[in-house]
Structures are given as structure tokens and as C-alpha cells.
């Protein structure tokens, strides 16, 4: 697929090529660490009914639907519907102006200025986006402290 414009797509349409990085719902070290937690509720304290609830918090995070939120790759990215899991947003690297990493406590996220002037926040992303970020826009990112993005 030649690069183009960015727009939405079907995610059967995705053009094929490898993730560099991806981010989902349910992040592994989160689902491992919770079941360490229940280990060790379970083993260390005496009061065994402690374990319970962390043990049905695992369970419920161990088998809800595994969603993505995001994919990067080397000259695109796509953000992923949250209603609609059959489509996508596709947006090209080189259609991003500048991009900007806001750390806010509880809702760190992402700016881009595209091209055209359109705005497109990442909400909730965090360091393996900017990571991706970094590596194949590190020339575009600006600080947040400035006011035009």
C-alpha cells in the first residue's frame, strides 16, 4: 500500500508489516504481577480469606478480551477503535508535524500535530509509546511547555 493520507481503515486493510511496537488492554507484567500478589496472600499471610479477592481480581484480568490499543511500525502508526474493534485510524509518519509526551499522574498522553492542523491525542499511553516515539520521530517530539501544539 503506498503512503498517502491518514484515515481510517478496516484493521483487515492494515498494510502488512512488523509491529515495532504494540500496546493492549491487558499488559502482561500486570496479569503476572497479580498472581504473584495472590502467591503471596496466600502463602505468607494466615488469614487465607485475604487471598480471595486478589485471586477473582486475577481471574477476571487473566480472561477479559485482550484488545489493542496501539501499533507502531516504521512508517506509520494506528490507533485502534475502543468501539469498534474492526476499524482503525492509520496515520503516516510523515503526516506528523510534531509530536508531544504530556506525564500527567493519572492520564499521561500523547499530542500529535499532523500536517494539516488536525490534533490527535493518545490518551493513557505511556513509555513504550514514547520509546517507539523517540526512535523513529525523535526530531519532531517538542516539549510540553510550549503552547502551539
Not at 3 to 10: L, V
Not at 41 to 68: C, G, H, Q, W
Not at 102 to 124: A, C, M, Q, Y
Request: glycine share 4%.
Amino acid at each position: 500500500m503506498p503512503e498517502g493520507k491518514s484515515h481510517t481503515i478496516k484493521v483487515a486493510n492494515l498494510p502488512k508489516s512488523k509491529a515495532l511496537c504494540t500496546v493492549s488492554n491487558k499488559p502482561l507484567i500486570i496479569v503476572v504481577g497479580l498472581w504473584a500478589a495472590t502467591l503471596v496472600a496466600y502463602v505468607f499471610f494466615v488469614n487465607k480469606i485475604i487471598a480471595l479477592p486478589i485471586l477473582m481480581y486475577s481471574l477476571i484480568t487473566s480472561f477479559k478480551r485482550e484488545d489493542l490499543i496501539f501499533s507502531g511500525h516504521n512508517s506509520f502508526f494506528v490507533i485502534y477503535d475502543k468501539d469498534n474493534r474492526n476499524e482503525c485510524d492509520i496515520y503516516y509518519l510523515s503526516e506528523v508535524k510534531k509530536w508531544c509526551y504530556v506525564n500527567r499522574l493519572l492520564s499521561p498522553h500523547v499530542l500529535f500535530l499532523l500536517n494539516d492542523g488536525e490534533t490527535i491525542v493518545l490518551k493513557n499511553s505511556g513509555g513504550e509509546v514514547v520509546r517507539y516515539l523517540r526512535h523513529v520521530m525523535g526530531k519532531k517530539e517538542v516539549e510540553k511547555k510550549l503552547k502551539n501544539i
